[in-house]
């Protein structure tokens, strides 16, 4: 059993985005990732994982192929890792989203990392 506080993984990005790791297994990993005002994480796909996608803080627009979908705190967005994905921060702070992805698929996904 672990406990985590997700305050302990929120952090002003120094650049656009500040990612950071709360798991890891070869099953999953959970991680913060925090944009900056205005900043886009840019598109992309997780092969053949699926991901969850929770507002923690803040608004956000996240495009999967194409299509547009509002997520403000609280609701929670399921992507299929084939999807195209590209999230926007469209709220007035930072956005604070909590991210699972499983399975793992590449080892670049499962470190912290700032943009």
Same mark, same amino acid.
């Given at each position: 059993?672990?406990?985590?506080?997700?305050?302990?993984?929120?952090?002003?990005? !120094? &650049?656009?985005?500040?990612?950071?790791?709360?798991?890891?297994?070869?099953?999953?990993?959970?991680?913060? %990732?925090?944009?900056?005002? &205005?900043?886009?994480?840019? &598109?992309?796909?997780?092969? =053949?994982?699926? %991901?969850?996608? !929770?507002?923690?803080?803040?608004?956000?627009?996240? $495009?999967?192929? &194409?299509?547009?979908?509002?997520?403000? $705190?609280? =609701?929670?967005?399921?992507?299929?890792?084939?999807?195209?994905?590209? $999230?926007?921060?469209?709220?007035?702070?930072?956005?604070?989203?909590?991210?699972?992805?499983?399975?793992?698929?590449?080892?670049?996904?499962?470190?912290?990392?700032?943009?």
């Amino acid at each position: 059993m672990n406990k985590f506080i997700f305050n302990d993984y929120f952090h002003v990005p !120094q &650049g656009k985005i500040a990612k950071r790791m709360i798991f890891k297994s070869d099953n999953v990993i959970a991680f913060v %990732l925090n944009i900056a005002k &205005g900043e886009i994480l840019p &598109g992309h796909t997780h092969l =053949e994982s699926t %991901l969850l996608l !929770q507002v923690m803080e803040g608004k956000a627009k996240v $495009v999967t192929d &194409g299509n547009e979908t509002p997520l403000q $705190v609280g =609701e929670l967005m399921q992507v299929d890792g084939q999807e195209s994905l590209q $999230v926007v921060n469209t709220g007035e702070d930072i956005l604070r989203l909590y991210v699972t992805i499983s399975p793992m698929g590449t080892e670049a996904f499962a470190t912290d990392a700032n943009v």
